[in-house]
């Protein structure tokens, strides 16, 4: 410990961190397999949108822990997963979605520490967790930013 902020213990930061590799492998695919490419393109997208879904997830799970009365944390908590309904969208209808879907993903994830600031914490402001959040986020955004600047994305 140092001060009174708790350091995150191993367990999270190295899941966290681990939880990057699937991005990481859809950008290494779509660099040195451009026949793969679109595969890892897509695959890149569905995780991201897997992931901002999560993060709602988890925000409507910090509301509900603190008996939140009011309807607003419960509406941001769903937007994370609308935004990545959304995106997926073309995809799913067979269309050559452009890189747009990647941006709206990317651009979700980046902001989405925004969210937690809004919705609050169960268990109160905790420094390291937040860094943490940052530095995930941050990782996944830019990594589906990449995808997105891919030729397989066009």
Avoid: K, N
């Amino acid at each position: 410990m140092t001060g009174d902020a708790p350091l995150l213990r191993r367990p999270p930061r190295a899941l966290g961190a681990a939880g990057l590799l699937p991005q990481v492998a859809c950008v290494v695919v779509g660099l040195l397999a451009p026949a793969w490419g679109g595969h890892a393109v897509i695959a890149g997208g569905v995780y991201a949108a897997v992931i901002l879904s999560f993060l709602g997830g988890m925000w409507w799970m910090q509301a509900l822990c603190r008996g939140e009365p009011r309807w607003w944390p419960y509406g941001l908590a769903v937007v994370p997963s609308l935004i990545a309904w959304a995106a997926l969208l073309p995809w799913l209808a067979g269309s050559a979605a452009g890189r747009w879907p990647l941006v709206a993903l990317a651009a979700a994830l980046l902001v989405s520490p925004a969210g937690d600031r809004s919705i609050g914490s169960f268990a109160g402001d905790v420094p390291a967790w937040r860094r943490l959040r940052h530095l995930l986020s941050g990782g996944l955004g830019a990594m589906t930013l990449l995808l997105a600047t891919l030729p397989a994305a066009a």
